[in-house]
C-alpha cells in the first residue's frame, strides 16, 4: 500500500511540476529529456524482480539449512 502511495505521490508531482519544466525550457532553450522507451523500463523492471527473487531465493537456502540441521540436531549448519 505505501508503494502504491509513492508512485501516487511521485505522478502528482510529476504533474503540478510538468508545466514549470516546460516554462523553464522554453527559456533556457533546453531541450526536453525523451523517456525511457517501453522496453528500457521492461528491462528495469525485470532487473528488480531479478534481484529480489535471488533475495528470497538466497534467505529460502538458509531457511532449509537451518531446518536441516535442526532436524539433524546440530545447532549451526556447515558451511
Known amino acids: 500500500m505505501l508503494k502504491r502511495a509513492g508512485k501516487t505521490a511521485t505522478r502528482?508531482?510529476?504533474e503540478e511540476l510538468?508545466?514549470?519544466e516546460e516554462r523553464f525550457r522554453?527559456?533556457?532553450g533546453k531541450?526536453?529529456?525523451p523517456e525511457p522507451s517501453r522496453l528500457e523500463a521492461i528491462k528495469a523492471?525485470?532487473?528488480e524482480l531479478q534481484g529480489k527473487a535471488e533475495g528470497e531465493a538466497e534467505e529460502a537456502i538458509a531457511d532449509a539449512r537451518k531446518?536441516?540441521?535442526?532436524y539433524?540436531?546440530?545447532?549451526e549448519p556447515e558451511a
Open 72 to 75: 539433524r540436531g546440530k545447532a
Open 67 to 70: 531446518k536441516i540441521s535442526k
Open 26 to 28: 522554453e527559456l533556457t
Open 12 to 14: 502528482g508531482v510529476k
Open 31 to 33: 531541450e526536453v529529456e
Open 18 to 20: 510538468e508545466p514549470v
Open 45 to 47: 523492471d525485470l532487473k
